[in-house]
Structure formats: C-alpha cells, structure tokens
C-alpha cells in the first residue's frame, strides 16, 4: 500500500477532550471509529445520575475495536416476563427466584459503556457537512449492543452519503429503576438521559467526522423505537436547541409508561432494594449504589421474569421534566421534536411468539377476557368487555390470534398511527408483511450484513425498502432522494390514512403498493387511545 493509500485510509478525529484515530474499513470506502466515549464512568455514586462529561485523556486513542456491552439480563432480548398472572393485578408479592450464572463473570459487559460508534465515507472532512444517522438499538429497554447492529450499512446504503452513529445506553434497572427516592437523590430516566447527551455529543463533535449537526436523523426498531417516540415527545415536544430533524422508527415499542411514584413504580424500587438486601438500610439509593453490579443484573431478571408473560419491568416513566407526560398527550397535542419528517413502519404479526405465548395460552385455557385482564391491570371490567368485544370480532376464532393482535396493536402498531398523525403531512407510514411478518423481523431487510439474512432476497424489494428510509435521512422525504423500481410515490399518512405495504406473493414475486388503514384498526387504536390515562401510554 502507498503511503498516500495509508494516509487516505487512517483518519484522526480531535475531540477536544480525546483525540482518537482509526484505520479500521468494515466496508470499502467507509472508515469506523469504535468504542468512543462520550460520556464519563457513571459507576458507584454516580448510578442513577444524569451523565457527565468524560474527563480529558491525552495521546491518541485507538478507535478499532468494539466497546464492551451495558450490563443486561439477556442477550438480544433481555428477560420479557413469564408469569400467567399480573401480580399489579392481584396485588400479588414479588417472589425471588434463582436467576443463573452471576453475570459479574461475563467479560463482555461493563458498568462502564456509554460509548458510541461513528462510521463515516472515507474521503469525509470536516467541511463534508454530510447528513446524519444516529442508531439507538433495541432490546425492550432490557438488552442489546451496538456491535449487533452495522450501522455502517447505511454508509454504504447512502452511497457514501451520510454519517452513521451508534449508540450504547444504560439498560435495565441500570437505566429505568424510578420511585421517590430515586427523583430525590438521583435521576430518573437516566437511560434516555444517555441518549440524550450523546446527541448532544453528536451536536458538539460531528462535524469534526463530515457530519452536519443540523441535518441529524434519529432511527430505532422496538425498544429502540420506542427511544425515538421519547425523544419525539422530549420537553413536550420542544427540545432546545433541537437535536434531531427526523425520526424513523420500525415498530415503535411504547409500554406501559406510569409516574415515577406510581405505585407499581415505587413496588418495582421496593423489589430490587429487598433483593439487594438494601430494604433495611438508612438510605436505600445508596445501599444500592454500593452493591455489586451483578446483584442488580440478577434482580433484574428476577423481577422480569416475575412479570406478565411478554412485558418489560424497568421502562421509561414519565419524569416531570425529561418526560412531563404521558407520550400519548404529547403526540394528540401535534408537539414533537424533528418536525421535519416521520417514516414509521410496523410489521404485520408485531405480537406473535416473542410477545404472546400460544403453546401457554392453550395449556393453561386462557380466554381472551383473561388475557386482556392481565395484560392491562388497570382496565375497567366495562374497559375489558369493550376491548373483547372489538377483537373477538377479528376473522380467527383463536384467543392465542385474538391475544397477539392486541399486544400487538396496542404496544406497537397503534403508538405508530399515533406518531404518524402528529406529523402531520411531514409522516408516512409503511407496513412490512414480508411472511410471517414477526416482530424485529424486519432488522434482516435494514441493514444488508445483519447478522440472520433475510428470507427474502429480491434486489429491487431490498432496494425499495432500505432507500426509504435512507431518503428520509438525506432529503426529508421518501419521494425525493432516489426513487426505486418498485417504490410508488409515497402520501403522507394523514391523506386518506395511505400507507406503503411491502409483501411478496406466494410466487416470491415483490409487491410494494400504497393502501388505506383499514376502519378497523383505526377503531380499535381509537379505543387504546381513550384508556391510555389508565394504560399509562
């Protein structure tokens, strides 16, 4: 290799406070800078407390490999609940239960990891002023890390035209234990906190990458979806100075999501402090922040797996400042951050097997009234017999189908219709059915070296899908940037409620066409929607 070639290919990124390089290309033309640390160490005292800025270290920091993980109870995944009975229903005590190996052992987690990711085109300056992409991943507020996701795809996707970064948070009861004490004496959210200040970061440091700090694009799946639905409703909508011109979010997860002193909340911090042996202390907050990390890991999985079957523990809450309501009232009043435009997808099965647990629903002769019951533990019974009245009316007379379009709509699907209406004309909406159309199905089909390749590898569906949302980041419209063989011209969804359908027939032949919401669905969001004071949507 030349000497030219090397220089062209290592590049230097002066932070002020770090100075890191990187020759490292995942893919030809792109260079990645790995494990940079935007943040300072938030352990022992300084759990539960809003982020800091790193300290200054001097020389050069090497930026070639991935950071380790946040500590979490589950890899991908994390620990969805597994109980047949919603204990806030019954009022039921949390009952501690072995939870497996000590994850203290696991030598690809740390407390310390709030560190992101910056793919960036090679021949990219600080003059580039290129658009930006920042990936918050997925994983129930519970799992994931940013080396599970490639962001530099979308480098490449882009045809070297944008900026891509990923970002690690705390996760779990790290992240999201609320309660009193917590207000009081730390942060809450501090999970959100993290993302948060690395868009910040991104405002601050970007450019020195090629990146334009006013053309910033927020993109999530799942939980990771979910943080961007926050991130829309942030301050009510009116984050200053903004942070991010665009949202995208494929299946945006949106949980239960009570007051930080809610009594479910408050039983959620009584819980961990009781298996961290910390209930007796003078000062619970610091008992716990005295306790081994491990600890906290095992009582996160402990107490999620408490929980009804499906749903995450430790989730957003509304704050009273970060979040000053309920996501629902935010998004109904048309306040929301990155105004600029929305591309919200769905995918057609959201609530099937990772949610809604047929083989168990049939072995314990669940009806749709119990299900329902459970899963909303604060539904009225009326509230109960209207919503079993809407599903049972859906085509299967089976309560594990019936079951999993109501997980399915009421935490993903209509939190989407919800988001695209308060966009206005700068939102559309796509649905991806692509069979079995199962939740994060769709991961496979954003990026193109996702670990699990997709089932369907049609070049012209793969083209249409993946340049929609790139279109979205560069040129805040679906119909602008590039227009794939096979892609109509996208409407917004508030006309005529049109959105883009991406299917195969049973031929494998692509069929991606625009269609209308059907009256049905509207009707039953529209009922979500009334009684989300009492599902703390």
């Known amino acids: ?123 990219a300056t600080e003059h580039s002023r290129l658009p930006v992409i ?31 970064v990923s970002v690690q948070y705390r996760l779990g009861a790290f992240g999201f234990l609320a309660g009193e004490e917590v207000k009081e004496g730390g942060n809450l959210n501090v999970g959100l906190l993290d993302q948060n200040f690395a868009l910040q970061w991104v405002q601050k440091h970007i450019s020195v990458f090629g990146g334009d700090p006013n053309a910033v694009t927020i993109w999530g799946q799942s939980a990771g979806a979910g943080a961007v639905l926050q991130h829309v409703v942030a301050h009510g909508g009116n984050t200053q100075p903004p942070l991010f011109r665009a949202a995208l979010a494929n299946s945006p997860y949106l949980p239960f999501q009570y007051a930080y002193n809610d009594p479910i909340t408050e039983t959620l911090f009584d819980d961990v402090a009781s298996f961290a042996r910390c209930d007796q202390a003078p000062n619970r907050l610091d008992c716990l922040r005295s306790v081994d990390p491990s600890i906290l890991t095992n009582a996160d999985t402990a107490i999620g797996s408490a929980s009804f079957m499906g749903t995450y523990t430790f989730v957003p809450v509304v704050d009273g400042s970060f979040i000053v309501e309920r996501p629902s009232i935010t998004l109904n009043g048309h306040r929301r951050n990155g105004r600029d435009s929305l591309l919200v997808t769905t995918n057609s099965a959201e609530g099937a097997s990772f949610f809604v647990f047929p083989d168990i629903l049939v072995a314990n002769n669940f009806t749709l009234t119990q299900y329902i019951t459970q899963l909303f533990p604060r539904l009225s019974e009326q509230q109960v017999r209207t919503a079993v009245s809407s599903y049972s009316k859906l085509a299967s007379s089976s309560v594990s189908d019936q079951a999993t379009k109501v997980m399915g709509e009421a935490i993903f699907t209509c939190p989407a219709y919800w988001m695209a209406a308060a966009f206005g004309k700068t939102g559309w909406k796509a649905e ?48 602008i940037h590039s227009q794939p063989s096979l892609l109509p011209i996208w409407a917004d969804w508030v006309h005529e409620h049109t959105e883009m359908m991406f299917n195969k027939t049973e031929d494998d032949v692509p069929v991606v066409n625009t269609a209308h919401t059907g009256s049905d669905v509207l009707d039953r969001c529209a009922f979500w929607d009334s009684v989300a004071g009492v599902t703390a949507q």
Not at 142 to 157: C, K, R
Not at 448 to 465: C, E, G, K, R, V
């Open 1 to 123: 290799m030349t000497a030219l070639a090397l220089e062209l290919k290592l590049k230097v990124a002066d932070l002020g406070y770090a100075t890191y390089q990187s020759d490292l290309s995942l893919q030809d033309g792109v260079t990645s800078f790995l494990g940079i640390r935007y943040a300072a160490p938030l352990t022992g005292n300084l759990r539960w407390r809003a982020p800091q800025l790193p300290s200054h270290v001097s020389g050069i920091q090497n930026a070639t490999q991935a950071p380790l993980q946040c500590f979490q109870s589950g890899a991908l995944t994390g620990t969805a609940g597994t109980a047949l009975i919603n204990r806030f229903r019954t009022n039921s005590n949390f009952s501690q239960v072995s939870s497996g190996p000590d994850p203290a052992l696991d030598a690809t987690s740390t407390e310390d990891c709030l560190f992101l990711n910056v793919h960036t085109p090679t021949f």
């Open 134 to 164: 920042v990936y918050l991943h997925g994983g129930g507020y519970d799992a994931g890390n940013i080396s599970l996701y490639p962001t530099q795809d979308f480098v490449t996707l882009s045809r070297l035209g944008v900026v891509a």
């Open 432 to 479: 991806f059915a692509i069979p079995p159309g199962l939740h994060a199905e769709d991961l496979s089909y954003d990026f193109f070296t996702f670990a699990i390749p997709p089932t369907f590898t049609n070049a012209a569906f793969l083209d249409a899908w993946r340049q929609s949302f790139i279109s979205i980041a560069i040129s805040l419209d679906p119909n």
